[in-house]
């Protein structure tokens, strides 16, 4: 146990760490142009706030949380998704006083007690971002937009856009009704979990992945068959921005998402190659949920994004950039003397902002050679006696296998 990590967490070591770091980096960059700002929220939160905030009949919340209870014999949880952490901290913070839209991004690691397998783990990280307070639908393009837009940044451009709309309440109770109706007859053929889903929450049938259900579910009437006019409306504007951007989409009448609080535009990005667990992302509207946590009724939409899953995409498709983030410049003293200058010189490096190392094992020019090759390192800059005695120094470029002396004091802007 001592040196195991617990099943569905995995260690990112350096080499790796990099790939995250890009990631990251675009993320960042991509909000920053569309006007998001980042926020971070704790990593665990009073578990009712997820009961409220992602909903009861929830898989997440029905068997997926890990939660327990402090020494202050408090319920806690830590956090299986961000939105109702940033709808927490929207409402703590009073941020519905300032402007309004608040546009907000995170980037972080999200727990759910969940059976892992390839692209499914027990801590894993998302990118989400979340709109307070606007509920016109170019705000739904432009998350979609924006989503699509850091894929594509990635190189990722060949990934399925599936978007569907799941109406206001009302329609919500109009198309409830009629599932019941439709799956009243073969109610007693449908899995456990859909004969539970049935009253409380038929619309979850149509998400069923058994081979049965989905075939009982194929003529099954949608949410897009039962919109009223508004919400008709607004999902059709919501496409024209899509088409007026040039961002292609499937409309997929069957997509409806695993949380209770959608309303509106929910839509769910897929990459058909990285396996069973294809969805990169999705996200949707929300317009009733901050009110459900207790705040003034506000609009709100946003998505989540699994970075794992980004990162199985990357390599199935070799678009992982190449990073050099180990030290530039290795050091390599042979003798006493020499490796006393060596370790100046490395301090003036750095100071110069050259990433550069240096041997502390006392290792022979041979072995230390072979170890700056082992680090990838594009120059070496050698010191020994003779060295010292001339006052210059040996710089080898180690891809063109060249080399050349210089005086000791020029090294920092030869290496400039
Ligand atoms: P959700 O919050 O369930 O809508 O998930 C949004 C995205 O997070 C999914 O599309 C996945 O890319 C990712 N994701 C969700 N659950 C997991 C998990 N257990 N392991 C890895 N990624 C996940």
């Avoid at 009861?56 to 319920?75: A, C, H, L, P, W």
């Avoid at 309004?100 to 783990?121: H, L, S, T, W």
């Avoid at 069923?208 to 006019?229: F, H, I, V, W």
Wanted: glycine share 10%; net charge neutral.
């Amino acid at each position: 146990m001592l040196t195991t990590r617990p099943r569905g967490t995995a260690d990112i070591l350096p080499g790796q760490v990099e790939n995250w770091h890009y990631i990251e980096n675009v993320a960042a960059r991509v909000c920053r142009e569309y006007g998001y700002r980042e926020i971070r929220t704790p990593i665990f939160e009073h578990t009712e706030l997820f009961v409220r905030g992602v909903g009861e009949n929830t898989d997440i919340v029905e068997k997926e949380m890990y939660t327990f209870q402090d020494r202050g014999e408090r319920s806690i949880t830590l956090r299986p998704e961000g939105t109702a952490s940033v709808v927490r901290a929207y409402l703590e913070n009073k941020l519905y006083a300032g402007p309004q839209p608040v546009k907000a991004y995170y980037i972080g690691p999200m727990f759910r007690y969940d059976r892992p397998q390839a692209g499914r783990y027990r801590q894993f990280h998302q990118f989400g971002i979340e709109v307070f307070g606007a509920q016109q639908p170019a705000v739904d393009a432009e998350v979609m937009a924006l989503a699509m837009d850091f894929y594509g940044r990635l190189g990722l451009n060949d990934l399925e856009l599936h978007i569907n709309s799941l109406g206001c309440p009302e329609c919500r109770n109009v198309v409830r009704e009629k599932l019941q109706q439709f799956f009243q007859p073969v109610l007693g053929e449908l899995c456990a979990n859909c004969q539970n889903r049935y009253a409380r929450n038929p619309l979850r049938i149509l998400d069923c992945k058994s081979n049965r259900c989905t075939e009982l579910a194929r003529e099954a009437p949608t949410t897009t068959d039962c919109l009223c006019l508004e919400c008709r409306a607004h999902f059709d504007q919501v496409q024209q921005y899509m088409q007026d951007l040039g961002i292609p989409y499937v409309l997929d009448k069957r997509l409806v998402r695993g949380l209770d609080y959608y309303t509106h535009t929910a839509f769910e990005i897929m990459a058909p190659d990285i396996g069973a667990q294809s969805s990169v992302g999705g996200g949707g509207r929300y317009n009733g949920l901050i009110e459900a946590c207790g705040g003034p009724p506000t609009p709100g939409i946003g998505f989540a994004l699994g970075l794992e899953r980004i990162l199985l995409a990357l390599e199935s498709r070799g678009k992982l950039p190449d990073i050099q983030a180990g030290p530039v410049v290795f050091l390599v003293a042979v003798g006493d003397r020499a490796v006393r200058e060596s370790f100046s010189l490395l301090a003036r490096l750095r100071a110069a902002g050259i990433a550069a190392d240096m041997d502390y094992q006392g290792r022979s020019l041979k072995a230390q050679m072979k170890y700056a090759g082992k680090l990838g390192v594009r120059y070496t800059v050698i010191i020994g006696e003779d060295e010292l005695q001339k006052g210059s120094v040996v710089l080898r470029d180690m891809t063109a296998g060249s080399q050349r002396d210089i005086p000791a004091d020029q090294i920092i802007s030869a290496l400039k």
